[in-house]
């Protein structure tokens, strides 16, 4: 047990701290947050097995902020609420909540609940690609795919995109990049640069003015998942084949890959 993380995300402390508390004391590592903001900034950083999510939050609506986290790695979701309608139950749910929890709760009904989330993760397999629509990162063979075009990444490029990806849009600094990529292998923060520079060359129409892979200013760099998801809706099929022929001339579409893995490379937790 010693292995599974916990975020608790709860606006009420009192019980954000009881949650807490007993978690811990039957073995689960607690990571916490009051507010949606921070929330995905744990999320992020922690990347728990498992998020108790409160429905109702300060600064945002919990159902999105569900919908955010199956975007990411998947992690299993256990939401709270006051609501208890049946509406409110299959709205959590079909937000992509695992479980649904109303208050008040007794504390071992929660606890037998977290028990049984986890025992599914034991049983089940990763997933095998995360799919951004014209993108596509394969865990398995770690392969990725733009426009069904085989794109040949080295080992190091791949883990940098893949954490650029599953960041969901969020921006991350050079160190968090490279802690995050290659936590033992570079200590270098620039280094980041380089390989940025070389997924842009590979990915992106225009690599001086780049869609995919932003830069942001005085932070560091940004997945843009929304370039990707309205990529085939602004081009129709002789546009898109004008600019494949821009971006990548009129050589062949079959690229190769790269099959290399590391030991350092970070995989999701999932259901």
């Known amino acids: 047990m010693a292995s599974v993380s916990v975020q608790i995300v709860e606006s009420n402390p009192h019980l954000r701290s009881l949650l807490g ?20 900034e744990v999320f992020l950083l922690r990347q728990p097995t498992l998020v108790i999510l409160d429905a109702e939050l300060p600064d945002g609506d919990g159902l999105e902020f569900c919908r955010w986290l199956l975007r990411q790695h998947q992690p299993y979701i256990l939401m709270l609420s006051a609501r208890n309608t049946e509406a409110d139950i299959v709205a959590g749910l079909k937000a992509g909540a695992d479980d649904y929890l ?12 977290i028990e049984a989330l ?20 394969d865990l398995v063979q770690r392969r990725v795919r733009f426009q069904e075009e085989l794109i040949d990444l080295t080992p190091q490029e791949f883990s940098l995109l893949y954490v650029l990806a599953q960041a969901g849009g969020l921006p991350l600094s050079r160190s968090e990049l490279l802690n ?13 640069d380089t390989h940025v520079l070389s ?6 129409t225009d ?41 990548r001339g009129t050589g062949t ?19």
């Open 180 to 192: 995050r990529a290659w936590p033992d292998a570079i200590d270098n923060p620039r280094t980041i």
């Open 21 to 40: 508390w007993h978690l811990q004391q039957v073995g689960y590592r607690v990571y916490q947050a009051a507010s949606l903001y921070q929330a995905r």
């Open 207 to 247: 690599p001086r003015q780049p869609s995919i892979i932003q830069t942001i200013r005085n932070v560091g760099y940004r997945f843009n998942p929304e370039f990707l998801n309205g990529y085939n809706s602004g081009l129709d099929n002789s546009d898109n084949h004008g600019v494949e022929e821009q971006r």
């Open 199 to 204: 997924l842009r060359k590979k990915l992106e």
């Open 118 to 137: 986890i025992r599914r993760n034991r049983m089940n397999i990763p997933p095998a690609y995360l799919d951004y629509g014209d993108l596509k990162i």
């Open 102 to 113: 109303t208050k008040p709760f007794g504390m071992q009904e929660f606890l037998a609940r």
């Open 253 to 271: 579409t079959e690229r190769g890959f790269s099959q290399s893995t590391s030991a350092n490379q970070p995989l999701p937790i999932s259901k």
